[in-house]
């Protein structure tokens, strides 16, 4: 548990059939992220944990804001790739989750993504799915070429576009209102893959907390017969809301998004 801070969360985690796991995941302080690494031997797990401890300092801070998660992205970039390096091995991570942060002296979740792990929004029993997938099957999706439904049960539904460790330091990233009774699902691919998103919120709305929300995920993910690591983060913040009269701008950080008043897709500098 986070304790001390105006965000809470928990995660959960299991090997699931796997050999090994190679997800990793962080909840304390104002920082919560999944993180499902792959690459040959250990190279994925250490591409995800890598990925993970670049956020380490931020989960320690009171206060964070945009630019200072932007500058852990970069480092963590730099740091899978020098994983890579090191295992000699391709190796990369995604990571997706929510930072609490401080934006123009209001309280914000900023929710970044690469990759296709995923952050869901649950407002009682809705549920809306923040990031958008970095895959192959997103890409034929977003053409019209396939449904979402489709994309589920697609051969090469495993494929990323982007990832941690690619050599493109870019990431998108929404801010996202503070409401005190919605919680944040944060998730690698061996829970979506198996759970759709009404039953994440279904048994997410069972919980009584946090770290039982998690809990059950996993378990369910286990149930519907995961073939991968699953990892599960909820967050919330049962105290704190973004006034009405906040507005996200200005933002994003990069003046590329697409954005409205409340939240904005950003891409990095290079890309
Ligand atoms: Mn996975």
Redesign the pocket.
């Known amino acids: 548990m986070s304790d001390g801070h105006w965000s809470q969360g928990a995660g959960a985690t299991d090997a699931g059939p796997r050999p090994r796991n190679e997800?990793s995941f962080l909840s304390a302080g104002p920082v919560h992220l999944v993180a499902?690494g792959m690459g040959g031997h250990a190279g994925g797990a250490a591409a995800s944990a890598a990925a993970i401890e670049a956020f380490r300092p931020l989960s320690q801070r009171d206060t964070l804001t945009p630019d200072d998660v932007a500058a852990a992205m970069t480092a963590a970039h730099a740091d899978v790739l020098e994983v890579g390096r090191r295992v000699g091995a391709e190796s990369g991570t995604t990571l997706t989750g929510a930072f609490a942060v401080e934006h123009e002296g209001q309280p914000w979740w900023m929710v970044v993504n690469v990759g296709d792990s995923r952050t869901y929004q649950l407002d009682g029993t809705e549920v809306r799915q923040i990031t958008v997938d970095h895959s192959h099957v997103q890409q034929l999706v977003d053409a019209g070429r396939i449904t979402a439904e489709e994309a589920t049960y697609h051969p090469d539904r495993h494929i990323i576009t982007r990832a941690l460790g690619d050599g493109v330091d870019a990431f998108d990233a929404w801010l996202v209102p503070v409401v005190p009774a919605s919680w944040l699902v944060i998730a690698?691919?061996?829970l979506t893959g198996v759970v759709s998103a009404s039953l994440i919120g279904s048994v997410a709305g069972l919980s009584d907390s946090p770290e039982d929300a998690a809990e059950r995920l996993v378990e369910a993910a286990l149930r519907h017969g995961t073939g991968?690591?699953v990892t599960v983060v909820v967050a919330h913040a049962p105290t704190t809301e973004t006034p009405d009269h906040a507005v996200a701008e200005p933002w994003p950080l990069w003046p590329e998004g697409d954005d409205d008043t409340q939240s904005a897709a950003v891409r990095g500098p290079q890309e």
């Open positions: 997800d499902d690698s691919d061996g991968d690591n």
